[in-house]
Structures are given as structure tokens and as C-alpha cells.
């Protein structure tokens, strides 16, 4: 096995564990998770949902998000905040195409390469990450779960 499959083997675990991750999110409209890994240890994780503290309720009487609900790439790296790791280097997995507001947290934390498993029809935060040289895979994440 040549480290490239090696490494695509890792990539799609990591992204079904992120998965697996976003059923903790209290979200109904959409639940989405995300984990930071470097040297092979998964350093942060997150899902999203309300800042802590806050009622665990993501959407409005009209079932709009509210508007301080926090995503899984947003959550996964502030957390690095209140730790002793930090993101340089890592590569972010995350069930759902990071936004542009997440794209430039991900630019700023260091991160290097972004594996996301589910498009969104707004391209602008993959569009921000290429052009910062971030290498960036998509890897849809419901064939992912009949491999290995």
C-alpha cells in the first residue's frame, strides 16, 4: 500500500469519525462535526451548535439558525484556544464545504489541508482556502461508509 491510499484510508476514517462527531450537535436543520488532526492524533474537535452556556437550541421559532450559532470548524479551532495544541501544520476534517467566515479561521489557525465530505452551492470558503495554498479534498461522505 503506497502511503498515498495510506493516507486516503486515514483521510476517509477520520471524516466518517466526523460524522459520527456531528450526532452531538442539537441542530435540526443540519448537524455537522469536525476534527483537527496532527501527527496522526485527532487534537480538537467540534459540532455545531450555541456558545457555551446558552440553551442548546440552534434554530428559531421559524426554524431560521439563530444568528450566534456556531459552526463545527469554528468550534474545533477556538477550542485549540483554551488547550496546549495548536492547529499549524494539521489538517481539519469536516462533514460539510467550510463557509468563507469558517475558510479564513482555517487560513489563520494554520492549517494546511482541508478534507470536507459534503458540497454546499456556495463554493466562496473553498475558493478562499486554494487560494491560500491550502490543499484542499472532497470526499463525499456517503460512499465513504461502503469502503474500508
Known amino acids: 500500500m503506497g502511503s498515498n491510499e495510506k493516507q486516503s484510508n486515514f483521510d476517509r476514517r477520520y471524516l466518517r469519525m466526523a460524522r459520527i462527531w456531528a450526532e452531538n450537535s442539537y441542530c435540526q436543520r443540519r448537524q455537522v462535526g469536525a476534527l483537527v488532526v496532527k501527527d496522526k492524533m485527532i487534537i480538537s474537535d467540534g459540532y455545531n451548535g450555541t456558545p457555551s452556556g446558552f440553551e442548546n437550541v440552534c434554530e428559531d421559532e421559524n426554524n431560521v439558525t439563530k444568528p450566534y450559532v456556531l459552526h463545527a470548524e469554528a468550534n474545533a479551532i477556538t477550542k485549540l484556544a483554551r488547550s496546549n495544541n495548536n492547529s499549524d501544520g494539521a ?22 489541508r482541508v478534507v470536507y465530505g459534503e458540497k454546499y452551492r456556495l463554493t466562496d470558503g473553498i475558493e478562499l482556502l486554494e487560494r491560500a495554498g491550502i490543499e484542499v479534498i472532497y470526499m463525499d461522505i456517503n460512499e465513504i461508509s461502503k469502503t474500508i
Open 91 to 112: 489538517t481539519i476534517y469536516i462533514t460539510a464545504s467550510p463557509c468563507i467566515e469558517c475558510a479564513k479561521l482555517i487560513i489563520q489557525a494554520g492549517i494546511k
